[in-house]
Structures are given as C-alpha cells and as structure tokens.
C-alpha cells in the first residue's frame, strides 16, 4: 500500500515533555511537509522538506524541529510542549509542484 | 506572501439543495488550486485539483469555478446530500518554488435530511 503514515495517532503529555511524530511516505515522493491544525480548523504550513532543502515557517517556534532520514521520513520534534501545542499535526507529501499532495491521517497531541 | 480568504465559515443547506464555497487569493502568480473535504476526526481528502489554464471543472456532484482575473476559486455542490456534511478546504499552491500549500480558513458544511 503506497501511502502517506502517521505514527501514533493520538498522544497525550505534560507541559515541558518532548514529543516526537513519525512520518513516512512509500509514495516516491521528493517533498514532504508538516502542517498544524488547531481547534478551529485551521491548517497552516510549519515546515517543508526537498532535496535536503528546509524551508521553514518563520512563525514556529523554536521548540519545534523536523529531523529527516532520508526522502521518505520527516519526523516531527517538539522539545518542551506547552498547551498551545495541542492540535492535529498532519504530515504530507507530493512531487514538486505538479503532483497531488497526500496526506497522512494525522497525530492528535494533547497537552495537559 | 500568499493569502487565501475562504466564505463562509457555516453553511447549512438542506438535501437537494446547492452548496456554494468561495475562496479569494492574492498572488497573481499562483498556478496550482484544491479542494480538500475533511470529515470528522479524518484526513484531508482531495476533491479537485484545477490548474490555471482551466476555468470549470465538474467532478462528481460538484462544479469547481476558476476565475483568475478576479483571483476567485468556487466549490459547488449541486444536489447536497447528508454524506456531503464536512469541512470544505480550498488551497493554493504558493508560487516561491517551496510547493506549500496555502489553506483557506475552512467551511463547515451542514446537510440535513
């Protein structure tokens, strides 16, 4: 099955632990990126991935980090969550610009 | 950068009736446009992809409108019914060369029987 996967599905943790997602992609895509969807709904870009290329959204914080392995993997680090952290984390991929992008089914992170 | 509106934020239709999504955007050089359907608890489904050189694109159950001079992209469900009920995202495709997707704020769609 060629798709993009999301590991875990749901997680819940304490204000100042570290949190990692995991994102992989079998689809042969060469960009993968990271969004964030907060309670309303709505979706913004933190992070894209390309040929070893990161373009980041100046408006993330820090704490936040993407740690890529190769093109098929971008994993999403966040050092010390705070309660504004809490959101839908949904990793996608796609070929440049010409192809579908494909998303993952998304980490839901609760910060308590 | 790019900005994307997106109208309205709720929709209420009942079944049979016509769904109408509007979304505006603000770089003239943008080439890539989508639709996204988001049901509860779920991932982001494509609907459409339309590129610039296409005005109207009919999928099955909707209308996708391009209007490029007045930079406006346009859902439209014809006949909603209830499995229609979910959130509605357009998105462009920011022309930097980063291949980001830029989201609209989203449209809640509600179908009732």
């Not at chain 1, 749901?10 to 993968?32: A, I, P, R």
């Not at chain 2, 982001?44 to 391009?66: A, D, H, P, Y």
């Amino acid at each position: 099955e060629t798709a993009v996967f999301q590991t875990p599905n749901y997680h819940v943790t304490q204000v100042g632990n570290e949190v990692s997602f995991n994102c992989k992609q079998t689809l042969g895509h060469d960009t993968m990126y990271w969004y964030k969807q907060d309670s309303k709904k709505l979706l913004k870009i933190m992070f894209s991935y390309n040929n070893k290329q990161l373009i980041v959204n100046e408006t993330v914080p820090r704490r936040f980090s993407p740690q890529s392995s190769d093109k098929a993997h971008l994993n999403l680090r966040i050092k010390s969550v705070e309660p504004e952290d809490s959101a839908v984390y949904l990793c996608a991929s796609s070929r440049g610009a010409n192809s579908d992008y494909t998303f993952g089914s998304g980490t839901r992170l609760l910060v308590i | 950068g790019e900005q994307v509106e997106q109208r309205p934020p709720h929709l209420s239709v009942r079944e049979g009736d016509s769904a109408f999504i509007t979304c505006t955007y603000t770089d003239p050089n943008s080439y890539y446009f989508f639709w996204y359907k988001q049901e509860p608890g779920a991932s982001l489904q494509l609907l459409m992809k339309v590129f610039s050189s296409t005005e109207i694109n009919e999928g099955q159950g909707f209308t996708v409108l391009l209007n490029k001079k007045d930079k406006r992209l346009s859902l439209n469900l014809t006949a909603a019914h209830p499995g229609d009920s979910a959130a509605y995202f357009c998105a462009v495709s920011a022309s930097s060369g980063s291949w980001q997707l830029i989201f609209g704020s989203g449209t809640q769609l509600t179908v009732m029987p």
